[in-house]
């Protein structure tokens, strides 16, 4: 598709983005849900974490939660370059984005399983919902990296309408899985005050 | 002469006010149980019953009138596919989630008041 084609679409948002917006209010819903079960657990615990658990360290998960979030500029990148038609710039950075996106979920399903060597979600209530908050905030993760995979699989052949407006909805799902990367970990995090 | 609201504002009364109504019954619900629920809970004077009956009807009322106006845009826009460019495809794209959404929250709302009214809320299961 050239430039100038893509550049007269409408300002208006496309349905597909807004259809995106409706997915991301349903998934805010389920993570408020978890992050006032976490608070709500918390504040009925003598010990949080329980006798037996370690707080959980501060500098790794914050520091892959901060470089997930990074992965916002190039996303925000991709979608303003398909919108601009210029497929290749919106596939290198969908590319360096994914590398980010990847790196993330590698690094944190590795610690994942170093928790659960340490302890169980049927454990405890902190073990539960631990689990429940990071392994949820990681199907996320996974989802999106398929998203990802799935554009720069119909980006390799050139840009269209259709492909322009998934761009911009798969970068709002992003905008708002980095959000929630930084929510997880701040709740998380709290453990140790 | 009174004004009747226009299909844009119709299109966001149906697609927001059912999920804010639903918010906004569970989380006066909750802070209603827990505070009839605490230890100072039997001075307040709170009658939970009425609290609940209230919300539930306060809830499904405005979920209700949601649906009609979803059902509005629907109507008002038809030939038009959910696809379509802006604003009318939007307009009919939303209120074609509205309507299936609206009925969710609507039974959430009745489950949730019944719940409470059903079962001891100051009990642990």
């Known amino acids: ?193 | 002469m009174r004004r009747r609201p226009g299909l844009e504002t119709l299109q966001w009364i149906g697609l927001g006010a059912g999920a804010s109504i639903w918010v906004a019954q569970l989380v006066i619900g909750y802070g209603a149980t827990v505070a009839r629920c605490s230890a100072a809970g039997p001075g307040y004077g709170i009658d939970l019953t009425s609290w609940e009956i209230t919300l539930t009807a306060v809830g499904g009322a405005v979920v209700l009138a949601a649906e009609a106006a979803a059902i509005r845009v629907f109507l008002r826009t038809e030939g038009t596919s959910y696809d379509g460019a802006p604003p009318d495809g939007r307009r009919r794209f939303f209120a074609s989630a509205a309507i299936v959404g609206n009925l969710l929250f609507l039974g959430a709302i009745l489950l949730s008041g019944l719940g409470t009214l059903a079962f001891d809320p100051c009990r642990q299961a």
């Open chain 1, 1 to 193: 598709m050239r430039a100038a084609a893509v550049s007269a679409e409408p300002r208006a948002r496309p349905n597909g983005w807004w259809g995106m917006a409706m997915l991301v209010a349903t998934e805010a819903t389920l993570f408020g849900a978890i992050f006032g079960s976490y608070f709500y657990l918390r504040f009925q615990a003598r010990a949080w974490p329980p006798a037996g658990i370690e707080p959980p360290s501060v500098t790794v998960p914050l520091l892959l939660a901060v470089v997930l979030a990074a992965s916002s500029v190039p996303m925000q990148a991709a979608s303003a370059a398909a919108r601009r038609g210029n497929a290749a710039l919106a596939r290198r950075a969908l590319l360096a984005a994914l590398a980010v996106q990847a790196g993330f979920f590698a690094m944190q399903t590795h610690l994942f399983e170093d928790d659960l060597a340490r302890f169980t979600p049927q454990g405890s209530a902190y073990g539960s919902i631990y689990f429940t908050m990071l392994g949820a905030h990681q199907a996320h993760v996974a989802l999106g990296l398929l998203l990802d995979l799935w554009l720069l699989a119909k980006l390799a052949r050139g840009l269209t309408r259709y492909r322009v407006v998934a761009a911009r909805a798969i970068t709002l799902y992003w905008h708002f899985v980095n959000v929630l990367a930084l929510l997880v970990v701040g709740a998380q995090l709290s453990a140790r005050i």
